[in-house]
């Protein structure tokens, strides 16, 4: 609303992480990394060098996304007014540590934690509405796993159309992966990850959010690369959606 | 139904301890599985702790039953010791704020 000054002044006052932020970031990166390097992709389950330097790739890929993450929600939020502020979910970070022993890291469930949005008066002033209000909030919990899509997309597109053998460098290719699943995980409608946010918004709107982010990680999977037909699927979701649930919850 | 709450949600945590013995395949891992869970009972211990605790209790007892039940490679006494002191790691981790988070 006041332009980018405005925004890079609040960026240096609010952005940095206070002590309690930091240590659910180091808890929830400790945890995703064991989560997501357990299984180091061999047969042998044995734990030796090759397992540790697995562990440390997926260190640096865990500190890179939940950072993005993180910085995606406190920049769109200090634009809006808001601080946001980050708070580990103890019993997703169990579930998913117990997932990961009993699957033998096969299955990986990232419920990591959410964020709370804490109002900046002076900040706000002028905005409609003054206060804190769901779009807001849905707003800001949706740049997280955008911002961690924009990082895959961009660099999916330097290998796709700049012929840069990103899927050749492991640290890369499991950056790419890595996004794309902490985004799709994220977006789960369980309080307090923020898809909950979204879908306390609007059901329609998650549907269609769900359905777009969803829909273009299965067409990477099937080698298509395209935000056009990611769109497309989320339009459908979103039309399902409609006809059958949202129509009938609203006849009385 | 819901009247019946505990006893509905006894029997899917019986369910969901079975499971999880059965899929560890390793006495090690069963060990650090229990220690997990019991962490997360513990946490769970903890925000209740001001409710009536007699459901809880049971959901938890009946956890630890199924766990038990599929447990093919652990010793018992390990494990039931593992998750009382996974729980009270995991309650005073709390009570006592060396993790201020909540």
């Known amino acids: 609303m006041y332009g980018p000054f405005d925004l890079v002044d609040k960026v240096k006052r609010y952005f940095w992480f206070s002590q309690e932020e930091w240590k659910s970031i180091l808890i929830t990166i400790l945890a995703l990394t064991f989560i997501i390097g357990f299984n180091d992709g061999r047969k042998t389950g044995a734990i030796d060098s090759f397992w540790f330097y697995n562990l440390f790739i997926c260190l640096i890929v865990v500190v890179i996304v939940v950072l993005v993450h993180l910085a995606g929600q406190r920049i769109v939020g200090l634009d809006a007014g808001f601080r946001v502020e980050?708070?580990?979910?103890?019993?997703?970070?169990?579930?998913?540590?117990?997932?990961a022993l009993v699957t033998r890291g096969n299955i990986w469930v990232i419920l990591p934690g959410g964020i709370?949005?804490?109002?900046?008066?002076?900040?706000r002033l002028g905005y409609f509405r003054y206060g804190t209000n769901t779009l807001a909030m849905a707003m800001t919990a949706l740049a997280g796993p955008l911002a961690n899509i924009l990082l895959a997309t961009f660099l999916k597109t330097l290998e796709i159309?700049?012929?840069?053998?990103?899927?050749?460098?492991?640290?890369?290719?499991?950056?790419?992966?890595?996004?794309?699943?902490?985004?799709?995980?994220?977006?789960?409608?369980?309080?307090?990850?923020?898809?909950?946010?979204?879908?306390f918004k609007s059901r329609?709107?998650?549907?269609?959010?769900?359905?777009?982010?969803g829909g273009y990680a299965v067409l990477v999977m099937f080698g298509i690369y395209?935000?056009?037909?990611?769109?497309?699927?989320?339009?459908?979701?979103?039309?399902?959606?409609?006809?059958?649930?949202?129509?009938?919850?609203?006849s009385f | 139904m819901w009247m019946a709450w505990p006893?509905?949600?006894?029997?899917?945590?019986?369910?969901i301890g079975f499971i999880i013995s059965v899929a560890t395949r390793s006495a090690i891992i069963s060990y650090i599985t229990i220690l997990l869970c019991g962490l997360y009972f513990g946490r769970m211990w903890f925000?209740?702790?001001k409710t009536i605790k007699a459901p809880w209790l049971l959901i938890i007892f009946c956890f630890l039953l199924g766990y038990l039940f599929g447990n093919f490679y652990g010793d018992p006494k390990v494990i039931i010791i593992l998750f009382i002191l996974g729980m009270i790691g995991g309650f005073y981790t709390f009570h006592k704020k060396w993790l201020i988070i909540n």
């Open chain 1, 161 to 199: 159309w700049f012929n840069v053998p990103v899927s050749s460098v492991l640290l890369l290719d499991k950056l790419i992966v890595f996004s794309w699943v902490y985004a799709i995980w994220s977006l789960v409608p369980i309080p307090p990850l923020n898809g909950a946010l979204i879908l």
């Open chain 1, 116 to 123: 709370l949005i804490h109002h900046l008066s002076i900040h």
């Open chain 2, 47 to 49: 925000n209740v702790q």
């Open chain 1, 86 to 99: 980050y708070k580990v979910w103890w019993y997703g970070i169990i579930i998913g540590l117990v997932m």
């Open chain 1, 204 to 213: 329609l709107m998650y549907a269609f959010i769900f359905g777009t982010i």
């Open chain 2, 7 to 15: 006893e509905i949600f006894s029997f899917v945590v019986i369910v």
């Open chain 1, 226 to 250: 395209s935000f056009i037909f990611a769109f497309i699927i989320g339009a459908i979701f979103w039309l399902l959606f409609y006809i059958l649930f949202e129509r009938g919850a609203w």
